[in-house]
């Protein structure tokens, strides 16, 4: 299968913090036919294994599986659902969405509402509307009818955005944040047939709300190297600053250097420039952004755990959708596979 049409079929899954299942199935399938072993751990962390030589080192890849989105917390009387943020969600991106409510049963279509803009007061008009005062609306009569629906508190909920391709290499999609990394990992493992190290690659959960699978899946393998694939801000867009977000969309994967969670050893570093420079791969560095990735729990597992990311450029991320290109995921494979190849030579 393309790396285009792996990435399609991650992208359109549901998986809000928490309630992984379907991509995590999706991993399981995908990955499997090229790891000597595959499971699930205890909270749902997928961890496939390629055997290396005895006494080489151990690399742990890996990327995301959750996505942000929303999860029901009351149904009113008139039957609209109110709901909590899963993850770090602007509310000036909520309004008017279409959404997907996951039930027991099946999911639901339904619009995010708000106060009509045709009877706002001045004052108002010029306030960003808070999540605690929109909603969700199913259409149903009253919440009797919303939970013969099958509507329960504690509903996952995810933004309803289908996989688009609007040019060459250019893809517009849902959860991009971090299913292109488990596109990439897939694809990464696809093209790693022989290898001297042994690789533990990883679907982590709940990444979006505090790292939690990156936590305990590190602790379980403590491997001696530590790399994330993941997304950072793409900055090219009116309005950001080159000081604000320098990662561009074509120009290569970006290499963090520095975020607010992990300084990246110097020794990774290394390895991730000269494994790019050898082999002629674009790269770009980044350092000073405010977010971070798993790649911040697994360096602090145990003794210490020597950590890197491999970041996506990609446009709009934590919001609905998001839009990237197919050529900076195919430099951040190569990338990754040039390091893996390399990892005997540092560690």
């Not at 996506?312 to 390091?339: C, F, G, M, Q």
Request: aromatic fraction near 4%; include cysteine.
């Amino acid at each position: 299968m393309k790396l285009v049409d792996v990435l399609e079929k991650l992208s359109n899954a549901c998986g809000v913090a928490g309630r992984e299942d379907e991509v995590r199935d999706l991993m399981k399938e995908l990955l499997k036919p090229n790891v000597d072993e595959i499971k699930e751990d205890k909270l749902g962390n997928v961890i496939g294994v390629k055997k290396g030589k005895k006494d080489a080192p151990t690399v742990m890849l890996a990327a995301h599986m959750d996505e942000i989105g929303l999860m029901i917390k009351n149904i009113t009387k008139e039957g609209f659902l109110q709901f909590a943020k899963i993850g770090g969600i602007d509310d000036r991106v909520l309004i008017a969405q279409k959404v997907l409510v996951h039930t027991d049963k099946r999911s639901i279509t339904g619009i995010i509402g708000s106060k009509p803009p045709h009877i706002l007061k001045e004052e108002e008009k010029k306030k960003v509307i808070e999540a605690d005062d929109l909603f969700i609306d199913v259409g149903a009569k009253d919440k009797q009818d919303a939970q013969k629906m099958g509507v329960r508190v504690g509903d996952a909920v995810s933004f309803d955005i289908k996989f688009t391709r609007v040019g060459k290499d250019t893809v517009v999609g849902k959860a991009f944040d971090d299913r292109v990394g488990c596109a990439a990992l897939i694809e990464t493992m696809r093209q790693l047939s022989k290898v001297d190290c042994t690789i533990y690659v990883v679907g982590t959960i709940q990444e979006e709300v505090g790292l939690r699978g990156a936590t305990t899946a590190a602790f379980q393998l403590y491997p001696d190297l530590g790399i994330a694939l993941d997304v950072t801000v793409a900055g090219d867009v009116p309005g950001v600053k080159e000081v604000e977000a320098p990662a561009k969309m074509r120009a290569g994967p970006a290499l963090t250097v520095a975020d607010a969670g992990l300084i990246t050893h110097p020794k990774v570093l290394r390895l991730f420039i000269d494994s790019a420079e050898e082999n002629k791969i674009p790269y770009q560095l980044e350092t000073g952004m405010r977010g971070t990735t798993d790649a911040a729990k697994i360096a602090l597992t145990k003794e210490g755990v020597p950590s890197g990311v491999i970041s996506i450029p990609t446009r709009y991320i934590h919001s609905p959708a998001s839009l990237l290109s197919l050529k900076d995921v195919e430099n951040a494979v190569k990338l990754a596979v040039a390091t893996v190849k390399n990892v005997s030579k540092y560690f």
